[in-house]
């Protein structure tokens, strides 16, 4: 095989893995990033190799082997650094955004995309720098995820808005439907049912316009929690069952547990224990696998308000798994699941007599969801603490 065809050939694998991606063949796409790989370092071709290697760090992701991933992007980064090669480490670092925003390392992954956004600015912001999602909108909607996360939900919006706003200029549906699922992202995390049932519903009419079952299942699935949330749990929780086996079949690996989880908060709201617990259980044992602290920390706190919600309620397990959310959602700085978790411990102490302590965490709570515009969850404190005998007089 002469030179000329060995670079063909890598260039044919490199060119396969965005079509298989979108379809959601993530091990067949990893297979052909490394025959890619092995041609581009026969040829002695670091640009080719460093492009192989970006790819597989997003690829790696989707199967769950973050620490791989990181080793990729390590790999990747450093031939950007030595070829001056811009689009490569731009599109390198978001994908390595992307893994530290599901391992939790949410102030690493903010930085990154903060960077990337800010380098894409001018006729940068419309080029694809190689890859089939316009990066400046991709970046948006991830770094809108990372500051939801946080509570950073002033700047989350503002971000979300630019993505769509961007993403609308381009008619180009891998790029719309980022910008439509983090403007739902932002939504549903600050607890806005209708806004993120708009949003999601919009990226969800992307994937299934243009055929893009890889994204179906999370997407689906967050709009069912929405729907779940605004009163409609029934209806979304075969949906998301469906979803979940999707993901499954087409061996996401991140995909499939963060729709477990989403499963598992649908059928909470759907008064379905025992299906929450074992979907919540499940996705909690692949958090910890693959070292997804964030996701893990979600997962410890739904397994709260499951235990707080059977019958009878088994408040001492509620309580240990409230107490272990909130810690490690303390660490990383994940402000709104602290004070979720904060109000759930403050139900468990109001419904086992500990009434001065239950409103103390209540009022925490308010404080919290005050400060952080988290409107319905504030509600929900505020009709608790109305419950609570006011504090005795000394």
Not at 167 to 172: L, R, V
Not at 350 to 357: K, L, S
Request: a negative charge; one cysteine or more; glycine letters at 6%.
């Amino acid at each position: 095989m002469t030179a000329d065809t060995q670079a063909q050939a890598a260039d044919l694998h490199l060119g396969l893995r965005n079509a298989l991606t979108l379809l959601g063949e993530h091990e067949q796409t990893l297979g052909h990033l490394r025959e890619a790989q092995g041609l581009a370092e026969r040829l002695g071709d670091q640009r080719r190799l460093g492009r192989a290697l970006s790819f597989e760090v997003n690829c790696l992701l989707l199967l769950g082997e973050h620490e791989r991933a990181i080793e990729s992007a390590n790999r990747a980064r450093t031939i950007a650094e030595e070829l001056h090669d811009i689009p490569l480490r731009v599109v390198t670092d978001m994908y390595a955004g992307r893994v530290y925003l599901h391992l939790g390392d949410f102030a690493h992954a903010i930085d990154i995309f903060r960077d990337v956004v800010g380098a894409l600015i001018g006729t940068l912001a419309y080029d694809h720098l190689g890859i089939p999602v316009l990066p400046a909108v991709f970046a948006r909607s991830h770094l809108v995820e990372c500051l939801a996360e946080v509570g950073k939900f002033n700047e989350s919006a503002r971000l979300a808005e630019e993505a769509v706003a961007l993403a609308e200029t381009t008619n180009h549906p891998d790029t719309l439907l980022w910008a439509y699922h983090g403007a739902g992202v932002h939504h549903l995390a600050r607890g806005e049912a209708r806004a993120a049932i708009a949003a999601f519903e919009r990226a969800y009419s992307v994937c299934q316009t243009h055929d893009m079952p890889a994204y179906r299942p999370r997407i689906r699935s967050e709009l069912g929690l929405a729907q779940a949330l605004d009163g409609h749990a029934i209806d979304a929780e075969p949906i998301v069952q469906q979803m979940a086996g999707e993901a499954a079949t087409r061996k996401q690996a991140a995909s499939y547990s963060q729709v477990l989880l989403l499963l598992a908060e649908v059928h909470l709201l759907a008064h379905h224990l025992p299906e929450a617990k074992e979907a919540a259980t499940s996705a909690l044992a692949q958090f910890r696998q693959q070292r997804a602290r964030g996701h893990e920390a979600r997962a410890l706190r739904i397994l709260g308000d499951i235990a707080a919600g059977k019958v009878p309620a088994d408040f001492a397990a509620a309580e240990r798994y409230y107490e272990d959310a909130g810690a490690l959602a303390d660490k990383l700085a994940m402000r709104p699941l602290v004070a979720r978790c904060e109000l759930g411990r403050a139900l468990v102490f109001a419904q086992t007599g500990r009434t001065e302590d239950a409103r103390q965490a209540l009022q925490s709570a308010c404080s919290s969801f005050r400060a952080l515009g988290m409107t319905a969850d504030l509600e929900r404190a505020e009709a608790a603490l109305k419950t609570v005998a006011p504090a005795k007089s000394t």
